[in-house]
């Protein structure tokens, strides 16, 4: 396991700990949860200058300290994240929370353009107010379905920000895992609770660059999952190939075989998404003695 799984999971995953997504669970008293909500605007209002700012995205020393300050995420498989949009979705049954979608500030900074590719939840309804998800539909919330729902993503992509329904949430991963987007679950500076599944890619992924360029690994760990190859049903296409991220996926030219290699997969799955003979299947991390530790 790994160690955010150690310190907040209870004997299982940390992001499958239904605890973690209860706002006025983790923050139990009125002033901690007041504490927490400054915290949380606070995040919001600093997130897409301090991308920006040599200062801030180029000094390991502050970053550093961000990932020990209640910072992190990992990269969880497609039906994890499914898992993931459940317990979010109960745990607005619970509390005064909602789950929304949201641009992500990533590819705000690195590209200049809102995608609507975050979906985020664990946050207090009456804050949201105050961070800009307050414009929400007149009638119903997210009561959409059919032809309405294919109005809702037309005001997705023109920056409206509205509450998500469970089913809502679902089409849009699904859309997502199709697209080569991995699936990244985090807490946003309150660890253990979870907010957000950022569906991303290398070049914009600012969590994935603090890793990759800085080697703080608490900001992006692997999944607990590696993807291996049948080569009974592999045909060599090379769609694996090109939709990896990470350079774990090699096609021998003289062998004519792909193969996987277990210490570079950070087990996001995106390469069984375009396999035509799901000749791709995922396996635990543990079950690899060479990635067993490679977190």
Same mark, same amino acid.
């Not at 550093?64 to 993931?84: C, D, L, P, V």
């Given at each position: 396991?790994?160690?955010?799984?150690?310190?907040?999971?209870?004997?299982?995953?940390?992001?499958?700990?239904?605890?973690?997504?209860?706002?006025? +669970? *983790?923050?139990?008293?009125?002033?901690?949860? @007041?504490?927490?909500? %400054?915290?949380?605007? &606070?995040?919001?209002? /600093?997130?897409?200058?301090?991308?920006?700012?040599?200062?801030?995205?180029?000094?390991?020393?502050?970053?550093?300290?961000?990932?020990?300050?209640?910072?992190?995420?990992?990269?969880?498989?497609?039906?994890?994240?499914?898992?993931?949009?459940?317990?979010?979705?109960?745990?607005?049954?619970?509390?005064?929370?909602?789950?929304?979608?949201?641009?992500?500030?990533?590819?705000?900074?690195?590209?200049?353009?809102?995608?609507?590719?975050?979906?985020?939840?664990?946050?207090?309804?009456?804050?949201?107010? +105050? *961070?800009?998800?307050?414009?929400?539909?007149? @009638?119903?919330?997210? %009561?959409?379905?059919? &032809?309405?729902?294919? /109005?809702?993503?037309?005001?997705?992509?023109?920056?409206?920000?509205?509450?998500?329904?469970?089913?809502?949430?679902?089409?849009?991963?699904?859309?997502?895992?199709?697209?080569?987007?991995?699936?990244?679950?985090?807490?946003?500076?309150?660890?253990?609770?979870?907010?957000?599944?950022?569906?991303?890619?290398?070049?914009?992924?600012?969590?994935?660059?603090?890793?990759?360029?800085?080697?703080?690994?608490?900001?992006?760990?692997?999944?607990?999952?590696?993807?291996?190859?049948?080569?009974?049903?592999?045909?060599?296409?090379?769609?694996?190939?090109?939709?990896?991220?990470?350079?774990?996926?090699?096609?021998?030219?003289?062998?004519?075989?792909?193969?996987?290699?277990?210490?570079?997969?950070?087990?996001?799955?995106?390469?069984?998404?375009?396999?035509?003979?799901?000749?791709?299947?995922?396996?635990?991390?543990?079950?690899?003695?060479?990635?067993?530790?490679?977190?």
């Amino acid at each position: 396991m790994c160690h955010l799984c150690t310190e907040h999971g209870r004997n299982e995953k940390w992001y499958l700990n239904f605890e973690n997504f209860l706002f006025d +669970k *983790i923050f139990a008293t009125p002033e901690a949860q @007041e504490t927490a909500k %400054e915290k949380m605007i &606070a995040t919001f209002a /600093e997130t897409e200058w301090r991308y920006t700012d040599t200062q801030y995205v180029r000094n390991p020393d502050y970053l550093n300290a961000r990932a020990h300050s209640g910072f992190g995420a990992q990269i969880a498989t497609y039906e994890e994240a499914m898992q993931i949009l459940e317990l979010a979705n109960e745990a607005t049954r619970r509390e005064d929370s909602m789950m929304v979608v949201g641009h992500c500030p990533c590819t705000l900074v690195y590209r200049g353009t809102r995608d609507y590719v975050c979906i985020g939840f664990g946050m207090p309804v009456s804050m949201s107010m +105050k *961070i800009g998800y307050g414009r929400l539909p007149k @009638e119903g919330l997210t %009561e959409f379905g059919g &032809a309405e729902w294919r /109005e809702l993503r037309r005001q997705l992509r023109r920056d409206a920000k509205v509450p998500l329904k469970l089913e809502e949430a679902r089409t849009l991963l699904k859309e997502w895992e199709r697209k080569g987007l991995w699936h990244l679950v985090m807490g946003r500076g309150r660890l253990p609770l979870i907010e957000a599944i950022c569906n991303c890619e290398r070049p914009y992924c600012t969590y994935w660059r603090y890793r990759d360029v800085y080697g703080i690994k608490d900001y992006c760990l692997k999944s607990h999952y590696l993807a291996r190859i049948d080569p009974e049903h592999c045909t060599n296409c090379g769609a694996c190939v090109e939709q990896c991220q990470f350079g774990a996926v090699h096609t021998s030219l003289i062998a004519d075989l792909t193969s996987i290699d277990p210490t570079k997969c950070f087990g996001c799955g995106i390469c069984r998404a375009v396999c035509r003979r799901d000749a791709i299947s995922m396996v635990s991390r543990e079950s690899v003695p060479a990635a067993r530790n490679l977190w």
